[in-house]
Structures are given as structure tokens and as C-alpha cells.
């Protein structure tokens, strides 16, 4: 037994010193005055972020929104900041494809309980600065969202929170999941393709093929989807299944002057990769429908005590 545990104490060392050398072997990239000077800025870039999160009057947040940018564009201005990963601004959402060919930079600012703006920035990597900024434009945005190309300058503004890259015989191209506070009573999620065309960044792309029941097929360059901000609303990449899943939603009366408003009845739809690099749609995911959306782990099953500390048996 002794030897056991000392084997798996060994272990844990092991590869606790190698966990530590992962997380700071970027700093190799850089001398002693560059990372002093990224962790000046990055003290200060992640004091902003946080006014720009929670701060309660919109003075102070607009302010450090527009004195942020700058600052952000000044950081990554140094040689090499691809590397540096700016772990402490908790308030931007920083994603990387598997390929680590760039990254890309996402924020929100809070205007009003009906207004959202969003800022970022596509960084690639390159040694010197090769930078395109996400100009938000959601709120000029006419036509099916759905069916359209857009620029870095005329953005669809969200915050992403997960990127999966997909190597088609077109081409590599890459879906970022991002969330849209929209409005009060409604968010939204929303799944954009990126493509590089000529070295420039491209949102949206026809990746998404659905077929009807008189096989006709039609396809989509994003898909959006929108919600009660009552509701819980999963839309995401599955990597057990390996599919893209979310929420079937139904309109239903809503409460408090929300109107009527779209909420998850148990089901779910997806898409599913095909060799042709196309994602084709399933209207059903599972087979069977649920009274209630699954939880990700059970929250009492198999406790003794409840939360209030009663018998659960």
C-alpha cells in the first residue's frame, strides 16, 4: 500500500511541475523588460475590463470601454504578444481555434436594460501586430441575419464563448458560439462561421444545410436563435456526441409584460459534420422528449440530507 502511494504521489509531482512549466513557457518569448512592461499594462487593462462589467453608472463604464481600446492596441503592439495571455482580464472573452492561427478578442458594454454594445478584435499570429478590430454594427443590420456576409466593420456583436475549427474541401473554416444580451426580455446565442478570404476575415458562410420533407435543400450562414432571459438556453459544440446541440424552443405566453417569448420544451435539435464539411441538420437529437431539460449531474441523487439538511432517504 505504501508503495502504491508513493507511486501516485510521484505522479502527482510529476506532472504538477510539468502543468507549471506549460503555464509559464511562453514567458521564454519575451525578456525581462517586456514582461514587466505586459504586466504594467495588464494591471491596468484588467482594472478597465472590470469598470466595464460592473460599474453602475454609464459614465464610468463608457470610459473605460474608449480607454481600454487603445491601451489593448498598445499591449499588443510589442513583438511577439500573441504569446502573452492576458490571463487576468477576466471580463474579456479571449478564444483560439485549435491551429492557433489567431485569436480573437470579445467584450460588452451595458448601455441600457434594452441595449448592448459589444467591441473586439481578431489578433493573428504573426511576430509583429497584424490586428482587425470588430466594429458592432447589430443595430444597422437590415435583411435575413441568417443569409448574410459580413465584415470585421459591419460585425454582428457578440461575446464568444467557444470556437471549433472544421477542415472542409473548400477550406478550413471555423464556428465561434457567442452570446447577445439583446434586449430585457430577450437574449440571444448565435453561431457565425468565419472564413478568411484573401487574408481577410469573413463572418458568415453556407456551412449549414438543411433538407425538407420534399428533399429540398436549403442552406444557412449562421444560425440565431433567440429566448426568454427567463429562460436557460443551451447552444453549443458537444465534443461526447460530436455534434452541434440546442434547445427546441416553442413560444409561449410570457409574464410581467415580456409577451409572448420563446422557451425550451426538453427537446433538441442539432447539426451533425458530414464528410462533405457541410453540417446537416437533425431535427431531432433524441429520440425521446423530456418533461424538463437534462441537468448536467444530478443535484440531490444520492445524498443523504437535502439541502436544508432534512433525511433525503
Request: aromatic share 16%; net charge neutral; proline share 5%.
Amino acid at each position: 500500500m505504501k508503495s502504491w502511494t508513493l507511486i501516485f504521489t510521484m505522479l502527482f509531482a510529476v506532472s504538477f511541475v510539468s502543468a507549471q512549466q506549460q503555464d509559464t513557457l511562453w514567458k521564454k518569448h519575451f525578456s525581462a523588460e517586456e514582461l514587466a512592461h505586459f504586466d504594467g499594462q495588464e494591471d491596468t487593462l484588467a482594472l478597465l475590463a472590470y469598470v466595464i462589467v460592473n460599474d453602475s453608472l454609464p459614465e464610468h463604464r463608457y470610459s473605460a470601454c474608449h480607454k481600454l481600446i487603445p491601451m489593448l492596441v498598445s499591449a499588443l503592439k510589442t513583438p511577439n504578444s500573441f504569446r502573452f495571455p492576458f490571463e487576468r482580464l477576466k471580463s474579456v472573452s479571449i478564444m483560439y481555434p485549435p491551429d492557433s492561427s489567431f485569436r480573437v478578442f470579445t467584450w460588452q458594454l451595458y448601455v441600457d436594460k434594452d441595449e448592448y454594445r459589444y467591441y473586439g478584435a481578431i489578433q493573428m499570429n504573426t511576430k509583429d501586430l497584424k490586428l482587425y478590430p470588430l466594429k458592432d454594427r447589430s443595430f444597422e443590420i437590415k435583411g435575413n441575419l441568417e443569409q448574410l456576409e459580413l465584415t470585421p466593420e459591419q460585425w454582428y456583436g457578440v461575446v464568444y464563448y467557444n470556437i471549433q475549427q472544421t477542415d472542409a474541401k473548400t477550406g478550413r473554416y471555423y464556428l465561434l458560439f457567442g452570446f447577445d444580451g439583446n434586449e430585457f426580455f430577450r437574449k440571444r446565442k448565435v453561431l457565425d462561421v468565419l472564413t478568411f478570404k484573401n487574408g481577410q476575415p469573413v463572418f458568415g458562410a453556407p456551412v449549414f444545410r438543411h433538407e425538407n420533407k420534399k428533399g429540398e435543400v436549403s442552406f444557412r450562414k449562421r444560425r440565431v436563435i433567440e429566448y426568454s432571459a427567463a429562460a436557460s438556453v443551451r447552444f453549443n459544440y458537444d465534443p461526447a456526441l460530436g455534434i452541434i446541440i440546442y434547445d427546441h424552443l416553442i413560444t409561449m405566453p410570457g409574464e410581467d409584460g415580456e409577451g409572448p417569448n420563446n422557451y425550451p420544451d426538453g427537446s433538441y435539435e442539432g447539426y451533425k459534420l458530414e464528410k462533405t464539411g457541410f453540417w446537416h441538420y437533425i431535427e431531432n437529437v433524441f429520440t425521446q422528449t423530456q418533461d424538463e431539460a437534462p441537468r448536467p449531474f444530478p443535484v440531490l441523487d444520492g445524498r443523504k440530507k437535502d439541502i436544508l439538511g432534512r433525511d433525503n432517504r
